[in-house]
């Protein structure tokens, strides 16, 4: 069994940034080290939404389009840690993150392209 333990979250003003961290325990020799990992989040009343996405290497990286060129996502496979640097934030960013283990080596925009999933992390951005 996996687990994924969001940190990071917090509140902070628009235009501010934050740093999100995904650390996984378990057995995570496999997951880590094979697979791809996103972060993905959700606003109340809302559907989850496809944040970011890295492959299991890190080499490649996609992004969802409302926060491109302001989130950064990447991973540390030797640590068993994803993380996700956010700077440049919105009060629309505001949401519950969560980060999320890929069934295969690439990650995906699809949440059911995943198999193992934290239990979130507060952002809350202010105006």
């Known amino acids: 069994q996996v687990q994924l333990v969001e940190s990071g979250g917090g509140l902070v003003q628009a235009g501010g940034s934050l740093r999100l961290s995904c650390a996984a325990s378990g057995r995570t020799g496999r997951i880590l080290s094979n697979n791809g990992m996103g972060w993905f989040r959700q606003a109340p009343g809302k559907e989850r939404e496809f944040v970011a996405a890295i492959s299991w290497r890190g080499e490649s990286s996609f992004y969802g389009d409302s926060v491109k060129d302001r989130f950064t996502i990447s991973r540390d496979n030797a640590k068993n840690t994803l993380y996700l640097q956010m700077t440049g934030l919105k009060p629309d960013d505001t949401a519950v993150y969560y980060c999320?283990?890929?069934?295969?080596?690439?990650?995906?925009?699809?949440?059911?392209?995943?198999?193992?999933w934290g239990q979130g992390t507060q952002v809350t951005v202010s105006s």
């Open positions: 999320a283990a890929a069934r295969g080596s690439y990650g995906s925009r699809s949440t059911s392209e995943y198999r193992y």
